[in-house]
């Protein structure tokens, strides 16, 4: 079964960077569009960016321009690079496949703040 680790979130003030990582354990990950979804409390879970076989990569339009995803199929890992966070941004950052097949994990932490 398809086990998903997010980490790499932390406190950091605006205007600052974080890298995300997600770490997906079973086979198949080369073979899934992958994408980050964040979440904040007592909101719906929402799309953040999304990232297909092929590399092409889309963004939500809140973090267009300041939001890199990307993957390396060798390591089977997902990554979100935040530049220019806004307070906005905070929220728990979690990974899926674009189908949101897998069972979600537990999630990183991402606060934005001075």
């Known amino acids: 079964q398809v086990q998903l680790v997010e980490s790499g979130g932390g406190l950091v003030e605006p205007g600052g960077s974080l890298k995300l990582s997600c770490a997906v354990s079973?086979?198949?990950?080369?073979?899934?569009?992958m994408a980050w979804y964040r979440q904040v409390d007592g909101e719906e879970r929402q799309w953040v960016a999304r990232?297909?076989?092929?590399?092409?990569?889309a963004y939500d339009v809140s973090v267009m321009g300041r939001f890199t995803i990307t993957r390396d199929n060798q390591k089977s890992t997902l990554y979100l690079r935040m530049n220019n966070l806004k307070p906005e941004d905070t929220a728990v950052y979690y990974c899926?496949?674009?189908?949101?097949?897998?069972?979600w994990g537990q999630g990183t932490q991402v606060t934005v703040s001075s």
């Open positions: 899926n496949d674009f189908a949101q097949t897998f069972p």
């Open positions: 079973g086979s198949g990950f080369s073979g899934y569009y």
């Open positions: 990232i297909t076989t092929l590399q092409t990569t």
